[in-house]
């Protein structure tokens, strides 16, 4: 029901190109506002672990390495501070290898208004 939940809210309002309305930083803003409650902030990730049934995270706490498990997990984490943490075991070959070759690109959007209608454009 949450994961319904949240694709709901998330996605309720999709453009055609498949980007959430209002911002693909809505589907992060989704999750912080009906997981509040079990976000832990400012607790740097170390290592990762998981398999089929569990994922279990160490992570610094007031300097002290803790760990959480729990029956899945949603990383949202960039590639650049995903690549330095480490993964056992290791995600697929092509998960691993998209981890390690993607980068991020630089996007502009530019918006125009005109003053009068151009011609040959309907409307």
Request: charged letters at 25%; aromatic letters at 8%; proline letters at 5%.
């Amino acid at each position: 029901m949450l994961k319904t939940h949240l694709r709901q809210s998330a996605f309720s309002e999709v453009q055609n190109e498949g980007r959430i309305l209002g911002g693909n930083d809505q589907l992060p803003k989704a999750f912080a506002r009906k997981l509040s409650d079990k976000i832990l902030y400012n607790r740097p990730v170390r290592k990762i672990w998981h398999d089929p049934q569990r994922a279990e995270v160490w992570f610094e706490e007031e300097g002290t390495t803790r760990s959480i498990r729990a029956p899945w997990l949603v990383i949202a984490i960039p590639f650049s501070v995903l690549r330095q943490i480490e993964i056992t075991p290791a995600f697929s070959d092509s998960k691993m290898r998209c981890l390690h070759e993607l980068a991020y690109g630089h996007v502009m959007k530019t918006r125009y208004a005109v003053s009068r209608k151009i011609l040959g454009q309907a409307g």
